[in-house]
């Protein structure tokens, strides 16, 4: 292979890794934006339940706020466990493919080799690939082209687990504060008009970052909260008179 070959592989690689990275955060940002949509809809159903049950002011925060802490330290429980699992069965399969490259390094490589001829190569160029990947790093190339995963880059528990909690923590104070503020004949008007308005701002960025179109995306978000608001309030009206 010539020296622009090898350079063209380089950057080819660089181009990779790049694309992972991009890849990686869109996928962070589309969890966030998710987990704020959560905290967006449970919080309004949760508050405009209490609100048509009474209207006092401190019962409607108290009931938001102790939701606000469940949900977010639900969803950040749940993230670190979810994460974690992933983390150990990536470290498993790495250390299952570190112990096969030991034992037997040619079956690997030719392992390495048929996958890359099932990626479009032809058989020569792939032997010659998985040969020069193996050289490089057997691990790495192994990680990456047989199970898909970047050994640079594992799943970090911790990471998931504060982002989730920040971005329901972020979409409850929403309807918190719309709950909170104004007199008690405008609280559930405002709260819904607050949150909808949210819901399709929701639908609208997850839709970009999706790379579809936002009208699904929107209808689904505010016909979702619009039920669940609509349901909480319509059983707490109904606790509230009886």
């Given at each position: 292979?010539?020296?622009a070959?090898?350079g ?8 990779a ?6 890849g990686?955060?869109?996928n ?11 905290g ?7 508050v405009?339940?209490?609100a048509?049950?009474t ?12 939701g ?6 639900s969803?950040a ?19 299952t ?11 690997e490589?030719?392992?390495l080799?048929?996958?890359?001829e099932?990626r ?6 792939a ?12 691990l ?10 970047d ?5 970090n ?13 972020v ?29 399709t701002?929701?639908g609208?960025i997850?839709?970009?970052?999706g790379g579809?179109?936002?009208?699904r995306?929107v209808?689904?978000n505010?016909?979702?909260g ?6 909480t ?10």
């Amino acid at each position: 292979m010539t020296d622009a070959d090898a350079g063209g592989e380089a950057g080819a690689g660089g181009t990779a890794e790049q694309s992972a990275e991009i890849g990686s955060r869109l996928n962070w940002l589309r969890a966030g934006v998710l987990g704020a949509n959560d905290g967006i809809i449970s919080t309004a159903g949760l508050v405009v339940g209490v609100a048509g049950a009474t209207t006092s002011r401190a019962s409607i925060l108290a009931a938001g706020v102790a939701g606000l802490l469940a949900g977010s330290l639900s969803m950040a429980a749940g993230e670190y466990v979810s994460v974690s699992s992933q983390r150990d069965s990536e470290r498993a399969a790495l250390e299952t493919e570190r112990r096969e490259l030991a034992e037997d390094p040619q079956a690997e490589l030719a392992e390495l080799t048929e996958l890359l001829e099932a990626r479009g190569l032809n058989r020569d160029l792939a032997r010659e690939a998985a040969v020069q990947l193996t050289e490089r790093d057997a691990l790495k190339a192994h990680a990456r082209v047989e199970l898909g995963i970047d050994p640079d880059v594992l799943a970090n528990p911790w990471h998931a687990a504060f982002a989730s909690l920040i971005a329901f923590t972020v979409g409850a104070l929403l309807p918190l504060l719309a709950i909170a503020l104004p007199g008690p004949s405008e609280r559930v008007p405002v709260t819904v008009a607050a949150v909808l308005a949210a819901l399709t701002l929701c639908g609208v960025i997850s839709a970009r970052l999706g790379g579809a179109p936002p009208g699904r995306a929107v209808l689904r978000n505010v016909i979702g909260g619009a039920l669940a608001m609509g349901v909480t309030y319509g059983v707490g009206t109904w606790l509230g008179t009886s």
